[in-house]
T-cell receptor, first 114, second 113 residues
Framework: GAGVSQSPSNKVTEKGKDVELRCDPI?????LYWYRQSLGQGLEFLIY????????KSGLPSDRFSAERTGGSVSTLTIQRTQQEDSAVYLC????????????FGPGTRLLVL | AQSVTQLDSQVPVFEEAPVELRCNYS??????LFWYVQYPNQGLQLLLK??????LVKGINGFEAEFNKSQTSFHLRKPSVHISDTAEYFC???????????FGTGTRLTIIP
């Protein structure tokens, strides 16, 4: 079946602009995660959604970052007033609920803030 | 909280030689352990995972890893590598009751023909 998809694949923006990144999880997966992959920081957890529960936002680096998940499926990560240090690859993953379930990753969105 | 250490940032290996990529973790609770691979310009793909039971775990593409609780290690091995194994390899840990994965900084495996 289809895997996790993300759009856009690449995004170039100017400092100070807002950006929205989209993630379509695997159908049937109730858990959705956002991670960031950047030079010098490696792979960092950002936020986690599980069903209708309140999201775990403990990894969001600042209040400029927010995410929502509509209808338990598609998720959007929004970065307001982008800064150059936001340049990174943003990865989305989804999984079934349950301990030890495999997280399946999308191809990522490469964000470059000029 | 959990942390993962991958001491080797780069590992060059001759084709058909064996390889071991090292991973050590730290956690105050029991953990699940994972190895992911990222091929050039692609997303992360699961190689193998340890949840419980036998400490030797076999994954895709001929890779295996052994969980050693006393040494808090989960090293990845392959007896004979191929050019197609050129990629970056990430070790990750997930603590019981914690949903997020904590990743190591990755090891870039380069296969020398």
């Amino acid at each position: 079946g289809a895997g996790v998809s993300q759009s856009p694949s690449n995004k170039v923006t100017e400092k100070g602009k807002d950006v929205e990144l989209r993630c379509d999880p695997i159908s049937g997966h109730t858990a959705l995660y956002w991670y960031r992959q950047s030079l010098g920081q490696g792979l960092e957890f950002l936020i986690y959604f599980q069903g209708n529960s309140a999201p775990d936002k403990s990894g969001l680096p600042s209040d400029r970052f927010s995410a929502e998940r509509t209808g338990g499926s598609v998720s959007t990560l929004t970065i307001q007033r982008t800064q150059q240090e936001d340049s990174a690859v943003y990865l989305c993953a989804s999984s079934f609920a349950g301990a030890g379930e495999t997280q399946y990753f999308g191809p990522g969105t490469r964000l470059l803030v000029l | 909280a959990q942390s993962v250490t991958q001491l080797d940032s780069q590992v060059p290996v001759f084709e058909e030689a064996p390889v071991e990529l090292r991973c050590n973790y730290s956690s105050s609770v029991s953990v699940y352990l994972f190895w992911y691979v990222q091929y050039p310009n692609q997303g992360l793909q699961l190689l193998l995972k340890y949840l419980s039971g036998s400490t030797l775990v076999k994954g895709i593409n001929g890779f295996e890893a052994e969980f050693n609780k006393s040494q808090t290690s989960f090293h990845l091995r392959k007896p004979s590598v191929h050019i197609s194994d050129t990629a970056e390899y990430f070790c990750a840990v997930r603590g019981f009751g914690n949903e997020k994965l904590t990743f190591g900084t990755g090891t870039r495996l380069t296969i020398i023909p």
